[in-house]
């Protein structure tokens, strides 16, 4: 897996430091392996591990056991039934999920039951539901997890969201030295926030922006999960998650 590392240059355009790729194998910690091993997964979430690679990205993450971890919208909880595991009986998993401001767009997949995230066969998983002006986001975070849904926050479905004041909670949620990760289906260049309705994705190099602007510092950008036949021109959720898919990972400055 090539994993961009941080090298301390600034630059203008990020307003962070500069971002070289490199190759860098991660070695999968063994809690990592036996959470995705794990014989409660259900098999359709086993189904889609061929495409998100859960163990590259928990151990590029870097969530370990007794880590406090907030999962933003958390779906049918892929990730909520993985972070658990990994982080034990010593740590917790919030999840915060966000109210539809308005009816789904046609052809979207249907909304999750409400009660998906509380259903994993963990008993360090708690959950919430906000308006997106609303929400609240528990303190001394050790790590906070947004996957394929940092695109949805500006669009008018869930609220409107200003990002530059999401950024901020999250910032004021995690510990000093907190990780924050954000993946989500990247769209062609120069696209930006443009397209977050229309096609449910965002440009890798705007997400960067925006939360380098709220504090934090860029930490690792891996392309373990980029699929260069994803011409960038349809909905991710028409493509049976081989979508084109960025993985940042950022971190509150002690």
């Known amino acids: ?28 910690p063994a809690y990592v392996s036996a959470a995705v091993a794990d014989e409660s997964r259900p098999d359709s979430d086993r189904q889609r591990d061929v495409n998100r690679k859960p163990a590259d990205v928990l151990a590029f993450a870097g969530v370990k056991p007794g880590d406090k971890v907030g ?13 658990c595991k ?15 401001a308005m009816p789904r767009p046609a052809g979207a997949p249907p909304p999750p039951p409400p009660e998906t995230p509380r259903g994993t066969p963990c008993t360090n998983v708690s959950a919430d ?7 609240q986001l528990p303190s001394g975070l050790d790590v906070f997890w947004t996957s ?5 926050l500006p669009n008018p479905m869930f609220g409107s969201a200003d990002l530059a004041v999401f950024n901020k909670k999250v910032y004021e949620a995690l510990r000093p030295g ?10 062609a260049a120069g696209a930006g ?62």
């Open 193 to 254: 926030k443009t397209v977050t309705d229309k096609l449910h994705r965002i440009e890798k190099s705007a997400v960067i922006a925006d939360v380098t602007a709220a504090g934090f510092k860029l930490d690792g950008d891996s392309h373990v999960l980029e699929n260069p036949a994803d011409d960038h021109s349809q909905p991710p959720f028409a493509l049976k998650g081989t979508s084109d898919k960025f993985l940042l990972k950022f971190r509150k400055p002690k």
């Open 1 to 28: 897996m090539r994993i961009a590392v941080l090298v301390a240059a600034s630059t203008s355009l990020l307003g962070a430091a500069l971002v070289v790729a490199a190759d860098q194998p991660i070695k999968i």
């Open 71 to 83: 999962e933003l919208m958390p779906g049918r909880g892929y990730y909520t039934k993985l972070l």
């Open 86 to 100: 990994v982080v034990g009986e010593k740590g917790s998993v919030k999840t915060l999920a966000i109210q539809m």
């Open 178 to 187: 907190g990780i924050y990760i954000v993946e989500d289906h990247n769209t």
């Open 129 to 135: 539901t906000y308006k997106i002006a609303e929400l």
């Open 148 to 152: 394929e849904n940092y695109h949805d």
